[in-house]
């Protein structure tokens, strides 16, 4: 189902807890939500539609993939870019990204992987696994 999309800097900062098996319908809902803007966002953190669990959707070139609990385990090659976000009012921001990022996740399925991931991909990656943090760009 497709969700409201949540504003609210206080709320935003917010770590978010673990998810688990009871957190299936987020993913989709958030999934559902992705879909509904993708003409302007190419992913999203489940607390951006008032969630706070640790569940991100997002564009892995050309396709929707979930995560439930991403962690980045490995990063290298630092460099400074701009972002914006759905959430967040004004203009892009200068943020820090890392061009190639290990990511250990669960499946929808809560089969654990670690993936590699670089450029576009990665830094779309590391700014929703920063929503799952608390952190605003």
Same mark, same amino acid.
């Given at each position: ?16 807890? *673990? ?13 559902? =939500? #992705?879909?509904?803007?993708?003409? =302007? ?44 976000? #759905?959430? $967040? #009012?004004?203009? *892009? ?16 399925? #809560?089969? =654990?992987? $670690? ?5 576009? =991909? ?16």
């Amino acid at each position: 189902m497709v969700k409201e999309l949540m504003h609210d800097p206080v709320f935003l900062a917010q770590k978010s807890e *673990p998810a688990t098996k009871d957190d299936l319908q987020t993913a989709q809902d958030l999934l559902d =939500t #992705l879909t509904a803007h993708k003409e =302007t966002c190419v992913g999203m953190a489940a607390n951006m539609i008032g969630v706070c669990r640790r569940v991100i959707a997002f564009d892995n070139e050309g396709t929707y993939m979930v995560m439930l609990n991403p962690e980045i385990v490995r990063q290298s090659g630092a460099y400074e870019t701009e972002e914006g976000c #759905l959430s $967040l #009012l004004g203009g *892009p921001r200068k943020t820090k990204r890392y061009q190639k990022i290990k990511v250990q996740y669960q499946t929808t399925e #809560l089969q =654990t992987r $670690l993936k590699t991931f670089t450029g576009w =991909t990665a830094q779309i990656i590391q700014h929703e696994i920063d929503h799952c943090n608390g952190v605003l760009i």
